[in-house]
């Protein structure tokens, strides 16, 4: 099924399962000639992973991530880069005793009802696990944006109706929360280990704010930058809700309180707003002001206490999850939703680079590059669907060659070439060489 890949130019595709042999990422566009900074990737992922305080899981995970490809001597290559972390410490006989089961809160019901099928040992694909794949490919794109003088820092602002009242960000990664503020931090602590001890879990609200955006990020109007960051966020397992700068708590205020007025920043060379109410984004694009979005996480689904439910052939039953299992997961939801920030504005920074009236030769040539380089893979994922058709077409036992279709191609792109002012003879003589690459390989299956 489609859904598995998020972003336009820089693209990434995750996979794998919680109980399978192995989860990934692979990316797909980034640029030849970067390095890779794979302690920093490790480090990432030594955020996100189990087992680091009592108010996470203690499923241990080392999460030693491994580059299969589009590395030579540490930097990019310009192909796919496939990153894969090797599951180890999987305990699938704990779910033998729920297996019959459908778990409150948890997938296994609606995967079943749209595939047919449902992977009972820790949710599968709908696992958090499959963040860590996330994290990895998110690591490199926030590493790509510091080298630009952009940042991005997640923390727990509220955990169990408990909210940060201060702000240190030397403190965030000093306590099990990822909580600006200590005394609120020990206090969720220990609300949480209290719930725990209880059998339930409790949920909270994380926030990430990005310093240092040019203005100028987003694209309208589908593609609006506070509409890509909440899809890439929600897309994230147990969150329930976004909001960017004031959220919902504008609908409560007057214009005048809530506009940010406009001055000209002289020190900045810029236009800035005195208040960022609007979290860093107007009218879908950012204004270079600091992005502040926040996430709504809901409370793990997996408690001990137990619950109604039914079997797999719906009889009536009573649950109770037992297995390591996080009691709050916000702590661990900040390094993804840092990640999903990361890969969104990194796409958006590409697709910005296309469109800037660059002035120098090198930053001309790079943008030439990039633009070929989506030629390539534009015309690989053409030849994917040029391979399912013949597969289709000696299945059916018809013919290759289909004149009349390619005729109608042409017939369509040049229409549009000479809407763009582009040569004729040149777009026919490149589809005449496409065609002749799909017929090549459709006559290879058809022999195969
Ligand atoms: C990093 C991370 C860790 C998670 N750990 C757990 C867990 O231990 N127990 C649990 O019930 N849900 C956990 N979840 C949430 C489930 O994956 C999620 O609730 C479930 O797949 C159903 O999806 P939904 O809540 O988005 O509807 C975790 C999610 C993330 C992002």
Known sequence: MAGNATGNHFRVTT???SHGRAIGA???G????????LSFVQHELD???PGQSAVTTSRSESDQVEILSGLFEGKTTGTPVCMIIWNKDQQPKAYEKIKDMFRPGHAGYTYMAKFGVSDYRGGGRSSGRET???VAAGAVAKRLLAHKGIDIVGYTLEAGGIRARSFDTSVIERNPLRCPDPEAAAAMEQLILRLKEEGDSVGGIVEVTVSGP?????DPVFDKLEAD????LMSIGAIRGFEIGNGFAAARLRGSQNNDPIYFDESAGRVRTRTNNAGGVA???SNGEDIVVRIAVKPPSSIRKEQETVTLDGKPATISVEGRHDPCICPRVVPVAEAMVALTLYDHLTRQKLLSRKTRLQDLRDTIDLIDHNIVLLLSERQGLVRQIGALKKRKGSGIVDRGRERQILKKQLSVARDLELDARFIEEMFRAIFKLAKTSQKAIARS
């Open 15 to 17: 996979f794998g399962e």
């Open 26 to 28: 692979v990316i797909d």
């Open 30 to 37: 980034v640029r030849p000639g970067l390095p890779i900074d």
């Open 229 to 232: 960051l909440a899809k890439a």
């Open 214 to 218: 040019p203005a100028g990020l987003g």
């Open 283 to 285: 009218g879908g694009i």
């Open 132 to 134: 860590a794949a996330r």
């Open 47 to 49: 955020r996100r992973r």
